[in-house]
């Protein structure tokens, strides 16, 4: 019977991703549990910092740093996990637009019908790029922001986005939409997640051994199977 209990939360980027490395630490350690919470990025950040028992808190770098700074979580006990590419995705069936170039890519943008992107650090870049081009204010009227939780995918699967961006993790083996591809190299946006121990984590050992685990090379193959990178 397992006699360590850890809990952990996440933004929706490594849902997948940490399942799996659950349950490869898991399956050496049986005498482990960790319990995933998945949630959209900001409001993972939110329950931190309003003092939510967590053992472990895996967001985006920047977040990490942030709750760092606030002494939510303990700095020192930080690992990175991978690096993460935006991919651009449309309905199944749809007429794929070329996205080969930047010039290509904000063709396609202002041609799309309707956009969407997270409410995540990807999409804070995506709009950072739609105001160097000059174009945000046209756009904006399109543009589909999907509630917290809930992935693009599954709003370009719906029809309710004709061209869709996020991170390449969520979009895979969704059913009804169809990934073209990521963007071009002079534009793409790459997001390292990290995870670290909560400050109010009376586990430390446990929490340490489990992350030299999640930023060891034998999990490289595993992160590469969920399109994202070992960092």
Known sequence: MPTTALTLISSMATKALLADLVTAYTRQHPDVTVAVTSVGGVDAARRVQAGEAFDIVALASDAIEKLAASGHVVADSRVDMVRSAVAVAVPAGAPVPDIGSEAALKAAVLAAPSLGYSTGPSGVQLAQL????????????????????????????????????????????????QVIGGLPEAVQIVTTFSAARSAVSAQAGAVQDFLAFVASPQTAELKQGHGMQAV
């Open 130 to 177: 739609f105001e160097r081009w000059g174009i945000a204010a046209q756009i904006a009227p399109r543009i589909v922001t999907p509630p917290p939780g809930t992935s693009v995918a599954s709003l370009i699967a719906k029809g309710e986005v004709a061209l869709g961006f996020q991170q390449l993790s969520e979009m895979m083996g969704v059913a009804g939409i």
